[in-house]
């Protein structure tokens, strides 16, 4: 059974950090391309950040670069998003996507085939 958990989530307090992860099982991670996507309250899914099947290549949002950083470890099957100097609009549920039989990542979330259940992340003082 091909499943993706999302962990890390929490409240954190303006400016501060967290580390997403997204563990694999039931496939082998390093076959997909990986994305990240969040969803706040009355908006649409937005995609965050993705990562190829290698790690060769990375696209992430313009409010997120600089901030948060996509990687990989494909040994422990699993993908982490670090996220920096968080603000209040960074407040969503965060989602892990697994995108197959391509050769990029994508940020539209069409292109993927299997979800994770979601993680809260909360930015508040």
């Known amino acids: 059974q091909v499943q993706l958990v999302e962990s890390g989530g929490g409240l954190v307090q303006p400016g501060g950090s967290l580390r997403l992860s997204c563990a694999a099982s039931?496939?082998?991670?390093?076959?997909?391309?990986i994305g990240w996507f969040r969803q706040a309250p009355g908006k649409e899914r937005e995609g965050v950040s993705c990562?190829?099947?290698?790690?060769?290549?990375?696209y992430s949002t313009d409010s997120v670069k600089g901030r948060f950083t996509i990687s990989r470890d494909n040994a422990k099957n699993t993908v982490y998003l670090h996220m920096n100097s968080l603000t209040p609009e960074d407040t969503a549920v965060y989602y892990c996507?697994?995108?197959?039989?391509?050769?990029?990542?994508?940020?539209?979330?069409?292109?993927?085939?299997?979800w994770g259940q979601g993680t809260q992340v909360t930015v508040s003082s």
């Open positions: 039931g496939f082998a991670l390093d076959n997909y391309n």
């Open positions: 996507a697994a995108r197959p039989n391509a050769n990029f990542c994508s940020l539209d979330s069409k292109n993927y085939a299997y």
């Open positions: 990562i190829s099947r290698r790690g060769g290549l990375i």
